[in-house]
């Protein structure tokens, strides 16, 4: 069995990839857990500190190199995928940061019941972390488990989704190259099979992102095991009354084509104030006729999502729904559909319940913001969403109502620090106050008596 790679602008195939085996998938297993226990997390801090960056220097010096491989394999142009490979190369100094800041901690005890007893909260790794990737930020949605997980003395069994295959076994190279023994940092090639083979090996963790369905697979199939599960979203965007127009208009478009609206957080549904309507619509829809779809869109991912896409608009279309702009695909070579508008009065659609990941805006006009907050809280989802308004005030109480794990104000999709507390509450992840180098952590609580004699109480 073979994975093919294809440039998503052509349908051509690049490259043809052996699929692992199952038997491959658990001899990676096996050589990850020797390799962490033998020497990766018995080095110390201040060596593995070295060695990643290491890492960090060869990623620096291949930069073009894998900016143009993962853009040959995902269709999205170099320049967006060069952005965010700096917003990941700034987690080395992060997480590297953080991670010499990590000490165990002493547990205070009350002495009068605890007298000679001690407690320290130690923190360590977690062992071998089975690691499924995503296609669309190939790069950055690898490093954001990278960089944290090896840090912490972690080795990593890296499965790349099958349509970035070529990328990530290029990290994972870059990584050897760098330093980072091969038995610490392994990949697996293959789709959902070699997925669900790696979700039931050994590992001591998974970490994953990708869509809500296999997230539920992998709940099902991962038996007692920490998850580190970064889910499907369906970010609303609400515009008030107040808003800059400008900036909401330009910021919507870009979060909702850029990539050709293949993206976690992209702006997904509007809810615009209806004093705002009329203005915003017009503008958003000068600037998406402007659109260069090779250019700044791109192509979708594959031909089926092209197809799901188009058969959700043509839906909404039949629906009611009054399209603005686009709601097909372009003929010929490559799976580019057009940037989409819609303006949508009927909440139960497939286009508005659940995640289109593609170029499709969907526009429902509101009374009220007490009735967009509601609309947007509508949703199994609880990703990100976007509050575009110039009364900060409003904004800190509109995002304070908002079910979601990330708010941005006249902003959109920017993490964090190499996606540090980036994560998505009810069926988008599962909601975690931690940092993220510590999601790659466990702790272990280590109690000692000092005291001579045994104590009274036990038995003699
Ligand atoms: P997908 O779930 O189809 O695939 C993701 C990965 O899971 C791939 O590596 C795939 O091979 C693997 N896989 C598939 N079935 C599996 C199974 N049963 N067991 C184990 N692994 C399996 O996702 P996709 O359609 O390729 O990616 C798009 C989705 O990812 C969208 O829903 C998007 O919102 C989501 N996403 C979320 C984030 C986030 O940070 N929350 C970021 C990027 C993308």
Redesign the pocket.
């Known amino acids: 069995m073979y994975v093919a790679s294809i440039d998503p602008r052509n349908g051509e195939v690049i490259a043809k990839t052996k699929s692992s085996t199952a038997i491959d998938v658990r001899e990676a297993v096996a050589r990850a857990r020797s390799g962490q226990k033998r020497w990766w997390n018995g080095l110390d801090k201040e060596d593995r500190i070295a060695r990643m960056l290491e890492l960090e220097k060869v990623l620096i010096a291949e930069k073009s190199s894998v900016v143009r491989l993962a853009s040959l394999e995902t269709g999205i142009n170099q320049p967006t995928i060069a952005a965010s490979y700096d917003s990941a190369m700034r987690g080395f100094s992060h997480y590297i940061g953080r991670y010499r800041a990590l000490v165990d901690r002493e547990y205070p005890l009350d002495q009068a019941i605890w007298e000679h007893t001690e407690a320290l909260i130690r923190y360590e790794p977690h062992g071998v972390i089975g690691h499924?990737?995503?296609?669309?930020?190939p790069f950055w949605?690898t490093m954001i488990t990278f960089i944290p997980a090896l840090l912490a003395g972690n080795s990593i069994v890296f499965?790349?989704?099958?349509?970035s295959t070529l990328t990530g076994l290029r990290i994972v190279d870059l990584a050897h190259q760098a330093g980072i023994p091969e038995d610490v940092c392994v990949s697996v090639v293959?789709?959902?099979y070699?997925?669900?083979v790696?979700?039931k090996a050994p590992v001591d963790a998974i970490a994953?992102?990708?869509?809500?369905?296999?997230?539920k697979?992998?709940i099902k199939?991962a038996g007692v095991k920490p998850l580190i599960l970064?889910?499907?979203?369906n970010d609303a965007g609400i515009i008030c009354a107040d808003a800059d127009i400008e900036q909401a208009a330009r910021g919507v478009s870009t979060g909702t084509f850029s990539r050709a609206g293949?993206?976690?957080?992209r702006v997904k549904r509007v809810y615009v104030l209806k004093e705002m309507a009329d203005q915003f619509t017009s503008r958003l829809l000068d600037i998406t006729s402007r659109l260069n779809l090779v250019e700044q869109v791109g192509p979708m991912i594959r031909e089926e999502s092209r197809a799901r896409v188009d058969k959700v608009v043509k839906d909404a279309v039949a629906a009611g729904s009054k399209l603005l702009i686009g709601g097909k695909p372009r003929p010929g070579p490559g799976f580019y559909y057009e940037p989409t508008i819609l303006i949508v009065n009927n909440d139960d659609l497939e286009v508005i319940r659940h995640?289109t990941?593609g170029p499709v805006c969907s526009i429902r006009i509101v009374d009220s913001e007490d009735q967009a907050i509601e609309l947007a809280n509508r949703s199994e989802y609880g990703?990100g969403a976007t509050i575009w308004t110039q009364d900060m005030r409003k904004a800190m109480s509109i995002a304070e109502r908002l079910e979601v794990g990330n708010v941005w104000i006249n902003e959109w999709g920017r993490s964090l620090n190499c996606g540090d507390y980036?994560q998505?509450c009810k069926e988008?992840?599962i909601a975690s106050s931690q940092e993220r180098i510590m999601l790659f952590m466990k702790k272990k609580s280590v109690v000692t008596h000092h005291g001579v004699e045994p104590r009274k109480v036990w038995f003699c």
């Open positions: 499924i990737g995503v296609w669309n930020y949605q499965k790349p989704s099958q349509h293959g789709g959902p070699v997925g669900k790696l979700v994953f992102t990708g869509s809500l369905a296999t997230g697979h992998i199939n970064e889910l499907s979203g293949q993206v976690c957080v995640e990941f990703l980036f998505g988008s992840g």
